[in-house]
């Protein structure tokens, strides 16, 4: 099962570089100080170097070692602009505007990773999820075959004998209202992610329906999202639509679903819009003593993630460690 021993194993075996947006925060830096001790992931931190050094310095933070980027002085910098113009040229961006464009930290650190400066991004300490979501659209884009960005919680639950309780729940953050097509989109990118934490899918199409227990819109298109998800992944073990209670408990499943391989067993959990998917995750982390990782997003063609605004410096530390192994 999950533990982030597993995530650092892969790392030391091929080391990664990480880009912080909001390099001066005293959050990041603790975080930075920590990754730096180790050798399996190297920081990049966005900002002035004497601004960062200071504050660094301030906070009791070591972060020698650190590569500390400033885009008013990058030795690349014109390299990027013009990259920036040819990915944006069908907006018309200038020089001179992709130059104030990319002084901004979110959209210069995005670039880094296009460029190939490093692998991965994180951020969001200050940021809205917007203004970290928005560079990765434009810059790194989806992956071929996918048409949006969604996004994954992975809930842990920590036993003291080892074998904590892992589950992947989507989406909680990004698509408010997703098509029954786009449901399948993120049932497929979150059993890929799922996997990555030691969850072999068992995929719960939610609803207050199940299997045709109840009526109505909602409970078509989840019904129907399943359906075309057991067409497309045919290897994953699917079910839906299904109710919560179904999917998790055997008892209840052996009386709703009996014939269901997924029913009482589910682990990952696939919403009908934001609304649920926000409200489920934060009631498994507040009730149900889970640790939440996330939100994870699924879909780019590099791994950017967003953090809350309320984090604090374990959760960047873990949140960098989850990014980098998804490169």
Do not use: W
Not at 2 to 24: A, M
Not at 131 to 143: C, E, F, G, Y
Not at 153 to 179: K, Q
Not at 204 to 227: C, I, P
């Amino acid at each position: 099962m999950f533990g982030f021993g597993q995530l650092i194993d892969i790392l030391k075996k091929s080391p990664k570089k990480i880009v912080f947006t909001e390099g001066t925060d005293p959050r990041i830096l603790e975080a930075a100080s920590r990754l730096l001790a180790s050798n399996f992931l190297q920081p990049i931190l966005v900002g002035d170097e004497n601004e960062v050094t200071e504050a660094a310095s301030e906070c009791g933070f070591n972060i020698r070692g650190a590569e500390i980027v400033n885009p008013k002085t990058f030795d690349r910098f014109d390299e990027m602009v013009d990259l920036f113009c040819e990915l944006r040229k069908s907006k018309g961006v200038t020089p001179e505007q992709a130059r104030g464009i990319l002084s901004q930290a979110n959209y210069f650190g995005t670039m880094l990773v296009k460029m190939g400066l490093a692998d991965a991004l994180l951020g969001g300490a200050t940021y809205s999820t917007a203004d970290t979501v928005r560079p990765a659209l434009q810059l790194i884009k989806t992956k071929p075959g996918n048409s949006i960005v969604s996004s994954c919680f992975i809930l842990v639950r920590p036993s003291a004998t080892g074998e904590n309780a892992v589950l992947a729940m989507s989406d909680c953050a990004i698509n408010i209202h997703p098509t029954e097509d786009e449901l399948v989109e993120i049932a497929g990118e979150t059993a890929e992610c799922a996997k990555i934490f030691g969850i072999e899918p068992k995929i719960a199409f939610l609803s207050y329906s199940t299997l045709g227990s109840g009526k109505g819109e909602d409970v078509d298109k989840m019904r129907n999202a399943a359906a075309k998800a057991k067409a497309k992944y045919p290897d994953l073990p699917i079910e839906g639509e299904i109710q919560f209670d179904a999917a998790v408990a055997p008892r209840v499943a052996r009386t709703k679903c009996p014939e269901s391989e997924v029913a009482g067993y589910a682990n990952t959990f696939i919403f009908p819009d934001i609304n649920a998917g926000n409200i489920g995750y934060k009631i498994a982390q507040r009730l149900g003593n889970f640790d939440a990782y996330g939100p994870i997003l699924l879909g780019l063609n590099a791994p950017i993630n967003d953090l809350s605004r309320g984090c604090n410096a374990s959760e960047v530390y873990s949140m960098a460690i989850i990014t980098a192994a998804l490169a």
